[in-house]
């Protein structure tokens, strides 16, 4: 079946602007994270959703950063007002299950530039 | 605080010269300890998942293995196709720590 889609593969903008960046999980997968990764650094964690559960925001670095998914759907992450230091790709994932042990699969990451 | 270091950084290989990679973790109740390869300019892909010391894992030229403390990521004969950034994480609650990787280039 059809693997974990993100749109749009890149993103340039400019410093201060707001940025939109989509998710489409695994169809039947209940669980959604998003992470970044920053040139030549390891991925870091952002945001956690899990069904109808509030979502773990531990990972978000600032109040710029927000992110919603409907039901088991489509998720979104915003940046508000972008900044040099958000240039990176961000990397979207889904499982089947809750966090625990199970397998995220990822896709291929919007990488975001700003100016 | 949950901790993983991945070594070496970087690895050349010849091809069909076979070594091995490292993932020392840190983790408060491990619930999963994972492998994936990432291709520049491509998202993480899985191969592996290990949830207990002693548990080995197989898919042609490569063999996971763990202990209570590290990961080794064997590679037998490795080929060209095998060059990659490979990453190691664990999961001991809602998100996966990754190490920063072993870039393995595998030259001809």
């Known amino acids: 079946g059809a693997g974990v889609s993100q749109s749009p593969s890149n993103k340039v903008t400019e410093k201060g602007k707001d940025v939109e960046l989509r998710c489409d999980p695994i169809s039947g997968h209940t669980a959604l994270y998003w992470y970044r990764q920053r040139l030549g650094q390891g991925l870091e964690f952002l945001i956690y959703f899990q069904g109808n559960s509030a979502p773990d925001k531990s990972g978000l670095p600032s109040d710029r950063f927000s992110a919603e998914r409907t039901g088991e759907s489509v998720s979104t992450l915003t940046i508000q007002r972008t900044q040099q230091e958000d240039s990176a790709v961000y990397l979207c994932?889904?499982?089947?299950?809750?966090?625990?042990?199970?397998?995220?699969?990822f896709g291929p990451g919007t990488r975001l530039t700003v100016l | 605080e949950d901790q993983v270091t991945q070594s070496p950084e970087a690895l050349r290989l010849q091809e069909g010269e076979s070594s091995s990679l490292n993932c020392s973790y840190t983790v408060s109740g491990l619930r999963g300890l994972f492998w994936y390869r990432q291709d520049p300019g491509k998202g993480p892909e899985f191969l592996f998942t290990?949830?207990?010391a002693g548990e080995e894992k197989e898919k042609e030229r490569l063999k996971a293995t763990l202990t209570k403390k590290e990961s080794f990521l064997h590679i037998t004969a490795p080929k060209p196709e095998d060059s990659a950034t490979y990453l190691c994480?664990?999961?001991?609650?809602?998100?996966?720590?990754f190490g920063g990787g072993t870039r393995l280039m595998v030259k001809p």
């Open positions: 290990l949830y207990s």
């Open positions: 994480a664990v999961n001991a609650g809602n998100m996966l720590t």
């Open positions: 994932a889904s499982s089947s299950r809750s966090g625990g042990g199970d397998t995220q699969y």
